[in-house]
């Protein structure tokens, strides 16, 4: 099994442009999630999917939409890069929302310039 | 606007000490905590999990949980010089709406 993973592992953008982070589970697990982390300020949640069709915001979610294509993917879209976005974003996925252990992707590093 | 506290360190300990790591949280109606390990340029890993008051051993981990002061700990035997990481307190929001996760500890164990 490969857990979860994510495409791409680092991206440069310039201001304005806009990209697609993937993210893709083998474990079928329901709830899936986007984290961004940046220095000084831990973890913290931008949306997440508590069931396949379904998607709620999380703590910061301005600046991105989300996909739950299926039970095993889970995209992050930023339509509009900006340097405020540049973060390391991680996916991660559990059988039931927030109550049980969520399993961490390797990361995207994103640089917006 | 739930919190979970944990000193940032760096925590520094000799190769074969203890490690005790400490968090706080706010939220008085949180059921579930986990304490996950991240080393330097890689995602969060898994350590332990703990759902009631007392104490939890796995292996040189044990997870202590104090529900009525709104503490955890994670106690790290026999540190080793690959226990060097940051170490993540992450706590369930009471609604089950959110894990709430906690700055990191830094740990540096010298051998």
């Known amino acids: 099994n490969a857990g979860v993973t994510q495409t791409p592992k680092f991206q440069v953008l310039k201001t304005g442009q806009s990209m697609t982070l993937q993210c893709a589970q083998d474990?079928?697990?329901?709830?899936m999630y986007w984290y961004r982390q940046d220095p000084g300020m831990g973890l913290r949640l931008i949306y997440y999917?508590?069931?396949?069709?379904?998607?709620d915001k999380g703590e910061v979610p301005n600046g991105y939409n989300v996909s739950r294509l299926n039970k095993r993917e889970f995209s992050l879209r930023l339509e509009s890069a900006a340097p405020s976005q540049t973060s390391v974003y991680f996916c991660a996925s559990s059988v039931r929302a927030f109550q049980e252990t969520q399993y961490f992707g390797p990361g995207t590093r994103l640089l917006v310039l | 606007q739930k919190e979970v506290e944990q000193n940032s360190g760096p925590l520094s300990v000799p190769e074969g000490a203890i490690a005790s790591l400490n968090c706080t949280y706010s939220d008085r109606g949180s059921q579930s905590f986990f304490w996950y390990r991240q080393y330097s340029g890689k995602s969060p890993e898994l350590i332990m999990f703990i759902y009631s008051n007392g104490d939890k051993e796995d292996g040189r981990f044990t997870a202590q949980l104090n529900k009525a002061s709104q503490y955890v700990s994670l106690l790290i035997r026999d540190s080793q010089p690959s226990d060097s990481a940051t170490y993540l307190c992450a706590v369930t929001a009471q609604a089950g709406t959110a894990l709430i996760f906690g700055k990191g500890t830094t740990l540096s164990v010298s051998s």
């Open positions: 999917s508590a069931s396949e069709g379904t998607t």
């Open positions: 474990m079928n697990h329901n709830s």
